[in-house]
């Protein structure tokens, strides 16, 4: 079984931070921790289950973006299997209307 890279955008980093942020928040610090090693885990994992989780019926770039929950968010992403790469989009609470939200970006920003 062939090993991906993962890859983040900006906005998948953003929006982590904020979802992180807010379990601060309201449940403290040490189960805002437990959620990023947890969600960290949980991408690495796409590095080996990567066509495990469903497509949507979005494409970027002309790749389908696949969902992966992960309560009490959803990670979208796609697979660029010329680069054994799996891009993290987004990483959305499950409440939001994430359809939209996928269908309003046209691009994604990367660090460098």
Do not use: C
Request: hydrophobic content about 35%.
């Amino acid at each position: 079984m062939q090993e991906y890279k993962i890859i983040l955008t900006w906005e998948a980093i953003y929006d982590v931070t904020d979802i992180a942020d807010y379990i601060e928040e309201e449940f403290g610090q040490q189960r805002a921790d437990r959620f990023q090693s947890d969600l960290k885990e949980q991408m690495q994992n796409l590095g080996q289950f990567s066509t495990a989780f469903p497509r949507t019926q979005i494409l970027y770039r002309g790749y389908s973006i696949h969902k992966r929950a992960f309560p009490p968010s959803i990670i979208f992403y796609i697979i660029m299997e010329e680069t054994k790469e799996i891009h993290i989009l987004r990483v959305l609470r499950h409440e939001r209307d994430w359809e939209n939200i996928l269908l309003q970006r046209s691009t994604y920003t990367y660090p460098e």
